[in-house]
């Protein structure tokens, strides 16, 4: 699955996660785990022949033992966030090819291909995907949200990286290019997170009051 229907899975799982829970959501955070396990197609760059795509970063033991600090830290606040992580591997790649879901206790494939990556199937589903939650957010107003100047929307620059691979890989035509059909939503989101980080690299960091400001009161 390519980060269209990621981002979609995840928000849908991580917002309705959130609402049982009755938790907030950093927005920003919750769409870039949902293409976190992903990091791994950057680690191939360095070890080609070494690492695999869908291994050890989309095991449902490495997000477990990952997510610990925040679960002692945050408490429930962190339980979206790993709903979100356990969609990106146990619903979009499970699915769509398989993973190492039990990583490093076992090395074993897990999973089917029920969908295959780039097929029309897999098209209309990650475009469905988007549209439903593009909508849901939009009411929730959180793509409103979204798109207010906050030092957190700096965190989209994975994301960014996440849609905007998949678009230059097109003229290769390999698995990891991005069906045409798919253009439209992947410039949607570059263009929301574009716009999101630029106008947060403005947002000046409040300064405390001078002492000049403050009035003092006797009596």
């Known amino acids: 699955m390519f980060a269209i229907g990621h981002f979609a899975l995840g928000y849908l799982t991580g917002k309705g996660s959130s609402k049982l829970l009755k938790t907030n959501l950093n927005l920003p955070l919750l769409l870039v785990a949902s293409v976190l396990p992903d990091l791994d197609l950057i680690l ?8 695999m795509h869908r291994g050890p970063t989309h095991s449902i033991i490495t997000f477990t033992i990952l997510m610990i600090p925040f679960f002692i830290i945050y408490k429930k606040q962190a339980i979206p966030y790993f709903v979100v992580l356990l969609s990106h591997s146990l619903i979009g790649d499970f699915f769509t090819g398989g993973i190492e879901m039990l990583w490093p206790l076992s090395n074993g494939w897990f999973g089917n291909n029920l969908i295959d990556v780039g097929s029309l199937a897999d098209v209309v589903v990650e ?3 988007f549209a439903v939650a593009t909508v849901i957010m939009f009411k929730a107003k959180d793509l409103q949200r979204l798109l207010k100047p906050k030092k957190s929307n700096l965190l989209l620059l994975l994301s960014f990286g996440s849609v905007l691979g998949p678009m230059l890989a097109i003229r290769y035509e390999s698995n990891s290019s991005l069906p045409t059909l ?3 939503p992947s410039l949607f989101w570059l263009i929301v997170f574009a716009y999101s980080m630029l106008i947060s690299l403005r947002v000046k960091p409040e300064k405390p009051p001078s002492s000049k400001n403050v009035t003092m009161k006797v009596g």
């Not at 191939?44 to 690492?51: A, H």
């Open 44 to 51: 191939q760059m360095f070890s080609p022949t070494g690492f």
């Open 127 to 129: 475009f469905s995907l």
């Open 182 to 184: 798919l253009m439209f």
